[in-house]
């Protein structure tokens, strides 16, 4: 039997499922309520494989499976969408929508029939729902799609294949079957949408800033493969290595990303970055800003590393500690949200370019900083960070900026959506900021009730709540484009389902629990 927090987080995640089709019914309805359904089940069987240790790969351990909420996200997020951009009236990204809904759904499918594939004895009633519900998709996708979009949804199908194949061997206990899902569906989806775009670039199709993350988020993820083959035939920790990581970083940015991004916006990449960040006063201020928040980080963390005496080695931060870095992150963000949001797109991109750089440089031990980052870094790891990787800062980065990124500008031409939806790019500082950050200053300060089967308790959970609403009036107050219609009810509705998932998740909750905040905001 499946224990209680994976039964109560299943109820959480089908909970919102009938939430957001109570509002939004169609036939994707259907094709979404069949795959919560055999993912449910099939989450059993993934949780099975990693307890026996049958699965393929090698994935987390301290977590279940999260095959469940995973497989829910990418489909939500095109059907909510798909609805937004229906009702403004924007054809294109109505049909984008439903792509994404349906790539969403088949990969989720794909990673189930695996997970039936691969279990002795082969689960008959398994077998079945997974059956059933892959029909309902595959029957609704013909009659939904034109034949390039089921070619695309293909594609994104098959890139995903390849990268998991690749990614996961090479990354042995960096995710659970569900962050696997999220982190590789989302990567495949965006490197299918880069060559798509690369190849019809005549057409003119889109904004600079679309385009100057696609390319960041590929170029930075093939550096990686690049490199991770590289060092299998030399010793990355030598001067040598270290000049040749160097060298060929600054070989493939210059020659093959720049002429890429500049292929895409036709101009010169970096004159255009330097004009965009010092396009007017506000942003020079931002940046400064921003900057000083930077360096208050890094203080942190090497005043932390000073604390730490060479008698207590296997000292560790605590649990307030790490969330000092949530705090500095929801102080970079308000100010962008509510001054300036393009600045605060690209100045995401560049710090996730950054910091994926940077972990490349302490995975690979690069001189002459490699040794120091892994050090300093060292002090800040939990039981998340059970693979070769440092993720969870990364993770943090992601879901305080997914939210801006995935934003549909395109169909709000005021800048904003109406309702709930006018806080869909404030879904990370609610979700992470506020609303996790203060579940667990709170639970582990003063928390005594805990929900059944966890470490987490009611005090934390409830306050979060009372944080995430406070939060909001405060946005209203501070944002004048912020208009939520009287939807309140909504809105606390939204934060409580939230609230609860990140009480009983064992998933990376600064990733998942944005993107759900943002499906209920939009729907």
Not at 36 to 51: G, H, M, P, S, T
Not at 361 to 376: D, E, S, W
Request: net charge positive; with cysteine; hydrophobic share 55%.
């Amino acid at each position: 039997m499946l224990n209680k927090p994976v039964l109560a987080e299943s109820l959480i995640v089908f909970i919102i499922v009938l939430f957001v089709h109570a509002v939004v019914w169609d036939r994707y309805s259907w094709c979404a309520v069949a795959l919560a359904i055999q993912a449910f089940y099939v989450q059993f069987k993934w949780d099975r494989l990693l307890q026996l240790g049958g699965a393929v790969f090698q994935f987390r351990t301290a977590a279940n499976s999260g095959l469940l909420p995973a497989s829910m996200v990418i489909p939500l997020l095109g059907i909510a969408m798909k609805e937004r951009c229906k009702s403004a009236g924007i054809v294109y990204f109505e049909r984008f929508g439903i792509v994404v809904a349906s790539t969403g759904m088949l990969v989720a499918l794909f990673l189930s029939v695996i997970a039936v594939g691969i279990t002795k004895p082969v689960p008959t009633n398994t077998c079945i729902l997974t059956g059933v519900a892959g029909s309902i998709i595959i029957y609704t996708m013909k009659h939904s799609l034109t034949v390039s979009e089921v070619i695309e949804v293909l594609e994104v199908l098959l890139i995903f294949v390849y990268l998991s194949m690749i990614l996961l061997y090479l990354l042995p206990r960096c995710f659970t079957p569900g962050e696997a899902l999220l982190v590789l569906g989302g990567l495949s989806f965006v490197l299918n949408q880069l060559i798509k775009r690369s190849l019809n670039v005549i057409e003119g199709r889109g904004d600079p800033i679309d385009f100057f993350l696609l390319v960041a988020v590929v170029g930075v993820v093939l550096l990686g493969l690049f490199f991770t083959v590289l060092f299998i035939f030399m010793d990355s920790g030598t001067w040598i290595s270290s000049m040749f990581f160097h060298m060929m970083t600054a070989v493939l940015g210059l020659g093959v990303i720049m002429p890429w991004l500049y292929r895409l916006i036709q101009r010169n990449p970096l004159f255009w970055l330097l004009q965009f960040l010092f396009q007017t006063q506000t942003r020079v201020y931002l940046l400064i800003y921003w900057t000083f928040l930077a360096a208050s980080a890094c203080g942190v963390v090497f005043y932390q590393n000073a604390k730490r005496s060479s008698e207590s080695k296997k000292h560790q931060a605590s649990t307030i500690t790490r969330k000092y870095f949530h705090f500095i992150v929801v102080a970079t963000y308000v100010p962008g949200l509510i001054y300036d949001r393009q600045l605060l797109y690209i100045a995401a991109v560049l710090c996730l370019a950054v910091f994926i750089f940077l972990e490349y440089i302490r995975y690979f031990r690069i001189k002459p900083f490699g040794q120091t980052l892994r050090h300093l870094l060292s002090l800040f790891l939990d039981e998340r960070d059970s693979g070769p990787l440092i993720l969870t800062h990364i993770y943090l980065l992601l879901g305080m900026s997914l939210p801006v990124w995935l934003f549909p500008r395109s169909c709000a031409p005021k800048g904003t959506l109406s309702g709930a939806g006018a806080l869909v790019p404030y879904s990370g500082v609610l979700a992470v900021g506020v609303g996790d950050t203060i579940a667990s200053v709170f639970g582990s300060t003063m928390g005594e009730i805990k929900w059944p089967g966890t470490k987490k308790t009611f005090e934390g959970t409830a306050t979060a709540i009372f944080a995430q609403i406070i939060a909001v009036a405060l946005i209203l107050i501070f944002d004048s484009s912020v208009n939520l219609n009287s939807s309140y009810a909504w809105i606390l509705a939204s934060v409580s389902l939230v609230s609860l998932l990140e009480a009983y998740t064992t998933q990376i909750d600064n990733l998942l629990l944005p993107l759900y905040l943002q499906i209920m905001f939009m729907t």
